[in-house]
Nanobody, 123 residues
Framework: QVQLVESGGGLVQAGGSLRLSCAAS????????MGWFRQAPGKERDPVGA????????YYQDSVKGRFTISRDNAKNTAYLQMDRLKPEDTAVYYC????????????????WGQGTQVIVSS
């Protein structure tokens, strides 16, 4: 069992930055790929990107490439989403998730979800 708790959301102006954290409980954090998803009002929850269990590979949705960076610290059981050059269209609830691998994240096959954290980007 893995429990995930996100933090770091908030209100930021367009062009600004935020860093989301996802703290995991349990000893098996380092065996899971970690993904980040977001859900805007009235829209489906979509993957933003993911990082492999070892941290050696990542993937990103096209709309965030070059602006968002996913990382992890397995010693701290924590994954991160660094968001730079934020745009109003990045406004959403952001969720972290644990999955068997990054391909599973791409197709939304997730083993554990966090509760979500709100990000609002003002224009």
């Amino acid at each position: 069992q893995v429990q995930l708790v996100e933090s770091g959301g908030g209100l930021v102006q367009a062009g600004g930055s935020l860093r989301l954290s996802c703290a995991a409980s349990g000893r098996t954090f380092s065996s899971y790929a970690m993904g980040w998803f977001r859900q805007a009002p009235g829209k489906e929850r979509d993957p933003v990107g993911a990082i492999s269990a070892s941290g050696g590979s990542t993937y990103y949705q096209d709309s965030v490439k070059g602006r968002f960076t996913i990382s992890r610290d397995n010693a701290k059981n924590t994954a991160y989403l660094q968001m730079d050059r934020l745009k109003p269209e990045d406004t959403a609830v952001y969720y972290c998730a644990a999955a068997i691998d990054t391909r599973a994240v791409r197709i939304g096959v997730v083993d554990y979800w966090g509760q979500g954290t709100q990000v609002i980007v003002s224009s």
